[in-house]
């Protein structure tokens, strides 16, 4: 299955996360939300999240200091933030149901994954 490569920015730290070619749209959106809805958080510590920079067919890292993230990983560690605010203004499960459904989508694609494989 074709796979495509974000780029993402938080301060001086950049990351790239791996994605399913067909899934790559929804990370996107899902960043673009999350930023948009972040500060509406009323919770004493509210993560910071990394900026979508770009997106790549093909990516070959050649700087020690970098690693390829998978993305079930990336979405597995964001899940896990966002559950751990304590909210209580802001209606904080509509952006867990949407990191939940891409996280359950990458979970079956690379369930099926192994099953082809």
């Known amino acids: ?51 979508f920079i770009a997106e790549f067919d093909n990516l070959e890292i050649v700087h020690p200091d970098y690693k390829l993230h998978n993305g079930l990983e990336y979405i597995n560690r964001l899940e896990q933030t966002f559950a751990s605010i304590q909210e209580k203004e802001y209606p904080l499960v509509s952006l867990l149901t949407e990191i939940r459904a891409l996280q359950a989508q990458l979970e079956q694609w690379y369930e099926d994954e192994e099953e082809f494989a």
Do not use: C, D, G, W
């Open 1 to 51: 299955m074709s796979k495509k490569y974000a780029l993402l920015k938080q301060s001086e730290t950049i990351e790239f996360v791996e994605m399913p070619a067909s899934h790559m749209y929804q990370l996107a959106a899902l960043n673009q939300r999350l930023h948009k809805e972040v500060s509406k958080l009323t919770a004493s510590s509210v993560p910071a999240l990394p900026s």
